[in-house]
C-alpha cells in the first residue's frame, strides 16, 4: 500500500487568505479578523485545511485537467452533500464524502416535488468515504505581529465609512498525503468512512465491469482510469488559485516549494526537512534533518524525491540544497544515497513530473 507524501510552502508576501469573520478587538464596526493560532511563542496565521482543500478542488473543477469531473451537490436546509458516486465522480473519488440526507417523510416528499440529479440512494442508507487526499493545516513558520489595514468607504456624500482588516507577512507550511490504495477503489464494508457504495452503487460498479475484490468488499476502477484521476489532480495543484481578499492582496497560492515523495506507508518523513530560520524565521533546509530522514525511511521510498522550488525565493537556500542533493554541498554533512534518485525544478514543472510519472503503467505498483 504506497501513498503519495510530501510538504508544501505557501509564500505570503502581504496577505490574509483565511478569515474568521468580525475582529472584536477593534473599535470599529466593519473590521475582520484573520485566522491564526496563538502560542506562547505569539501569534501563528493560518491557513485551514478545509479552506485548501476547496481551493483545490474549485480549481480542479473550474480548469477541468484532463477530463475532470466534480460531482453534483444537493442541499436540504442546513444540510449539503455530493452525488456520493466516486465511480462518476473524480472529487467523490479523492476527495471523499458523507451523504446522510434527511430521512422524514416531509423531506422525502420535498425531495421528490424538488427534483434532482443525484443517484438515487438506497432507502435509509448513509454512504461515507474518507477521503484519500489528507491535507494539513497551513501554518505560518514564524510567529508575527499580525498587520492592522485601515480603508474608508468614501465615494459618498457625508462622512466616510471606515472599515479594517488583518493581514500578514510569512511563509506558510502544510503537509499531504494521498493514499494511492484507496484512489479508485470503493469500500462496501459496513463501517463508518468505508460504506462507499450502497446497493445501488454496487450494481452500477458490477454492471460497469469494475474489478470486484472480494477479499477487500470492494470495487476497483482500471489502472489507466486511476493512474488519470492521481495525475490531474497533481496538476490542478500546480495551477491552484483562491484564497480571501485577493482584491486587496492579490496572493499567489500556487506552491514556492513543494517537496514529494512515493513511500510504502502513510507516514510522512519530509517535514522536517525545512523550516523557520532562528534568527528571522525564513525557510531554512536542515542537511541534518534530511541526511537522517533518507538513513531511516530509504527503505520505504518507492520514487524519485521530487524537489520543486521557485528561482527567486530564498535562492541560497535552494542552491544549497540542489548542491547537497548532487553531492556538490561543501557541509560537512553528507547525504545518504538517495535509493531512486531525485528530480529538482520549478514547482509547476516538478508536480507535472510527478502526473507524467503517475501516468506512466510501468509505476501501476504504486497504485496496488
Do not use: C
Request: aromatic content about 10%.
Amino acid at each position: 500500500m504506497s501513498f503519495l507524501t510530501g510538504a508544501i510552502f505557501l509564500d505570503a508576501p502581504a496577505s490574509a487568505l483565511n478569515n474568521s469573520g468580525k475582529d472584536t478587538n477593534t473599535t470599529y464596526e466593519n473590521a475582520v479578523a484573520t485566522k491564526f493560532a496563538t502560542t506562547k511563542e505569539g501569534k501563528f496565521p493560518y491557513v485551514s485545511a478545509q479552506a485548501f482543500r476547496y481551493w483545490l478542488r474549485s480549481t480542479l473543477e473550474r480548469e477541468k485537467s484532463n477530463g475532470w469531473v466534480a460531482s453534483p451537490i444537493d442541499r436540504e436546509g442546513k444540510i449539503a452533500y455530493t452525488d456520493g458516486n466516486p465511480q462518476r465522480y473524480w472529487d467523490d473519488d479523492l476527495f471523499g464524502y458523507m451523504r446522510a440526507p434527511a430521512q422524514s417523510k416531509e423531506a422525502e416528499a420535498k425531495r421528490k416535488e424538488a427534483g434532482t440529479k443525484l443517484t438515487a440512494l438506497t432507502a435509509k442508507t448513509t454512504i461515507t468515504r474518507v477521503s484519500p487526499l489528507r491535507v494539513s493545516t497551513f501554518m505560518s513558520l514564524t510567529p508575527i505581529t499580525l498587520t492592522q489595514d485601515f480603508g474608508t468607504m468614501s465615494r459618498h456624500e457625508g462622512d466616510a465609512v471606515p472599515h479594517a482588516h488583518q493581514f500578514y507577512r510569512t511563509v506558510l507550511k502544510g503537509m499531504f498525503s494521498l493514499d494511492l490504495h484507496a484512489a479508485g477503489t470503493f469500500s462496501y464494508v459496513e463501517r463508518t468512512g468505508y460504506l462507499n457504495l450502497d446497493d445501488i452503487r454496487k450494481k452500477e460498479a458490477e454492471a460497469a465491469g469494475l474489478q470486484h475484490l472480494v477479499a477487500e468488499k470492494s470495487y476497483r476502477l482500471d489502472e489507466e482510469s486511476r493512474r488519470t484521476r492521481v495525475a490531474s489532480l497533481l496538476e490542478g495543484l500546480s495551477t491552484m488559485s483562491g484564497g480571501a481578499k485577493q482584491t486587496l492582496h492579490y496572493t499567489d497560492v500556487t506552491p514556492a516549494i513543494v517537496l514529494a515523495v512515493v513511500t510504502k506507508g502513510g507516514n510522512n518523513p519530509l517535514q522536517y526537512i525545512i523550516g523557520p530560520d532562528k534568527k528571522d524565521g525564513s525557510p531554512t533546509v536542515n542537511l541534518s534533518a534530511l541526511a537522517q530522514t533518507i538513513e531511516a525511511w530509504h527503505d520505504q521510498f518507492e520514487s524519485p524525491l521530487y524537489v520543486g522550488w521557485v528561482e527567486g525565493f530564498h535562492d541560497d537556500q535552494r542552491e544549497y540544497l540542489a548542491n547537497a542533493l548532487a553531492g556538490k554541498n561543501e557541509s560537512a554533512v553528507s547525504l545518504p544515497k538517495l535509493p531512486k534518485g531525485f528530480e529538482m525544478g520549478h514547482p509547476r514543472l516538478i508536480l507535472q513530473r510527478i502526473a507524467e510519472d503517475f501516468r506512466n503503467s510501468n509505476n501501476n505498483a504504486w497504485l496496488a
